[in-house]
């Protein structure tokens, strides 16, 4: 398949735009504009007033005006580098415009004195004088229509001005061809929102700051256009995800009845009813795209144990990948005493399996000897082979995007996929980054959870807290202490973490471990078995702590430079204490003095520990694209969406797109051959892959 004809002239050459050379095409880069198509969608982000005014005296200075004025006298530059000045007057006024760096000639020809021009630009005062520096405007009053009354505003960058983005507009709306409509004709109607062609065409022409706005008609109409592509491709992904497994993994509970038996606890309602799901998924013929997600502590590992157990009662094998090796064999801890009671084998694999012992695990894996495999990424390397896998099942995923999770997909076969997320995302995100999934949350935390108390305290009273640390330590209990990411740079953030271990080693003995990115993944994992055995009691450490780490005794919580983390971020450390039956402290440590901003953050953590209230928090401070980084969460960038403020709408698309997909599977139809262009239009080249193969 290839682009519609149709199309061509939004993806020609930047430089078939008036005014448009091969120079500027380049300087469009940093804007991300490279086809006339990416200027379509780049839109002003302010407008200002050119609505023209009889005098200058009508307004307050500074402020900018349009108004006609009379030539009267050109005086040029007196010394070299002063500025050439025009003395004219408009209705009631004399003023000054004011040019530096210009070329006397061009300034005659632009504004020959006697005669009339409209001017519009900043007026300012200077020494009590009114003058216009660089006017942004000079037209001849014959001209003066071409003006807008409310002139937009575009992002700018080197080498392209407002004058050059208005002209190539212009161009690229003069391309503009008639598409059908792919909107849902309902839809379009309730939201009264313009065609496509009349939407570009108005947000390109705003009539005031009201057309500006995420709610104006046809700039919601265009952003439902991107969260509706977008919601396209995830519903195709979910379908060609779920198509073609043709097997049925049906559970006799009888594995899982000796596991449940075995528990000290009852699940909670939220887990019953995630593993009710994930079985329901597994026995049916299409394959399960899930998502498990619930908020730190909300007990996933025991779901996914049991989603496990569900594929070897089916006769099959499971397995589960984890982000590092730490988190792997701390999942095999928690994960093996079920496996006993369960009487099924479990095994790990992680990239320092080697040799013989490696080669015997493949051997009894291919067998079907192992009934769970367990392992880092190492679990899905090519020469892995299983007997029979049917659940693979990723915990913390978060980090992966769609386009990731879709390989994976391939690489798990055709088996039920399963993938684990202590993020709490807001819900418009999660329909952005895991709209190709099912969701399973995890909304409810296991009973007896001692809330954990959070203070903030300035790092100027460092000493108190190691005072403090030295109390807890002496009655046994633990801490973990973290280092902030300095500079975003591996290296400069374990130099911290590795002063203050020495720091710390200095005023409370050897009772004090360190672990950090840097170290060798042995050291590592010995840093972290001798805290869980208790024989370090405070464990100085960067962020590779943040998911997953459970050690029940631990009930302190340093970070140090609190101000400068995520708080989404926080809120994942802070989860790695209250786990146990002691009462937890977290510390946030901040460098003073803290900014209102950063004191309005820190606030939210110490005032909630719900997972989801923080991350809408979050979002509603800092705007969907900073929430959890972009790249690092998966999300997709949007161009005229605006995830935030036009929430509701995603939603609404992945409603009509899944619903589109289950009456036009093939989008063959008239909608359906509209979508279609509508792809092409927004590059969603995943869903058309996915639109050839089936
Ligand atoms: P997470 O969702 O963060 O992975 P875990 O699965 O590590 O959470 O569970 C956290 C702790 O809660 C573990 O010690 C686990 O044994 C315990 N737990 C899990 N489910 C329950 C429950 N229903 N009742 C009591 N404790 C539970
Ligand atoms: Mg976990």
Known sequence: MSRPEILFPLFAGLDTLPGVGARTAKNFAPLGVERPRDLLFLLPHAGVD??????????????????????????????????YRVTVRDKSLEFQLVFFHARSDYLQGLLPTGQRRVVSGKVELFDGVAQMVHPDHVLRPEEAGD?????????????????????????????????????????LAREGWPGWKAALTA??????????????PARARLAYDEL????????????????????????????????????????????????????????????????????????KTVVAMLALLVAVEAGGQGVMMAPTEILARQHMEALAPL?????????????????????????????????????????????????????????????????????????????????????????????????????????????GRKPIRTVLVSDQRIDEVVGHLAHAVAEG????????????????????????FAMLRAALGDRVGLVHGQMPPAEKDEAMARFVAGETQVLVATTVI????????????????????????????????????????CLLLYGAPLSEAAERRLKVIRDTEDGFRIAEEDLAMRGAGDLIGTAQSGLPRFRMADLERQAGLMAIAQTDARRLLADDPDLTGARGRAARVLLWLLDQDRAIKLLSVG
């Open 546 to 585: 943040e998911v997953g780490v459970n050690v029940p005794n631990a009930s302190i919580m340093v970070i140090e430079r609190a101000e400068i983390f995520g708080l989404a971020q926080l809120h994942q450390l802070r989860g790695r204490v209250g786990r146990g039956a002691a009462e937890s402290t």
């Open 50 to 83: 050119r609505s023209r005014r009889a005098s200058i005296r009508d307004v307050v200075p500074p402020c900018v005006v349009t108004v006609e004025v009379e030539v009267l006298a050109h005086f040029p530059p007196r010394r070299q580098a002063g500025p």
């Open 339 to 447: 496996a006993r009671a369960a009487g099924v084998r479990l095994e790990s694999l992680t990239g320092r399996d080697k040799g013989a012992e490696r080669a015997a695990k493949l051997a009894d894996l291919a067998a079907g000897r192992i009934d769970i495999l367990l392992g880092t990424h190492a679990v899905f390397q090519k020469d892995v082979v299983f007997h029979d896998l049917r659940l693979a099942v990723v915990d913390e995923q978060h980090r992966f995007g769609v386009a990731q999770r879709m390989e994976l997909g391939a690489k798990g076969r055709a088996a039920d996929v399963l993938v684990m997320t202590a993020t709490p995302i807001p819900r418009s995100l999660a329909l952005a980054s895991y709209g190709d999934m099912d969701v399973s949350v995890l909304d409810e935390k296991p009973p």
């Open 228 to 299: 509706f592509a977008h919601q396209l491709t995830l519903a195709l992904a979910r379908k060609a995800a779920r198509r073609g497994k043709g097997r049925v993994s049906q559970g006799t509970g009888r594995l899982q009845a000796k596991v449940l038996e075995s528990l000290p606890y009852a699940l909670t309602g939220a887990q019953s009813r995630a593993v009710g799901e994930i079985a329901l998924d597994m026995q049916s013929p299409l394959r399960m795209s899930r998502l498990l997600q619930g908020d730190v502590g909300a007990g």
């Open 147 to 187: 003006l807008p009354a409310f002139e937009p505003v575009y992002p700018l960058t080197a080498g392209v001005t407002q004058k050059i983005i208005a002209r190539a507009a212009a161009g690229a709306l003069a391309r503009l061809p008639d598409l059908a409509e792919w909107i849902d004709a309902p839809l």
């Open 477 to 500: 209990r633990q801490a973990y202490w973290v280092c902030p990411l300095v500079e975003d740079s591996e290296l400069v953030d374990h130099a911290s973490a590795e002063a203050r």
């Open 203 to 216: 947000v390109h022409a705003p009539q005031g700051p009201g057309d500006l706005a995420p709610t104006a």
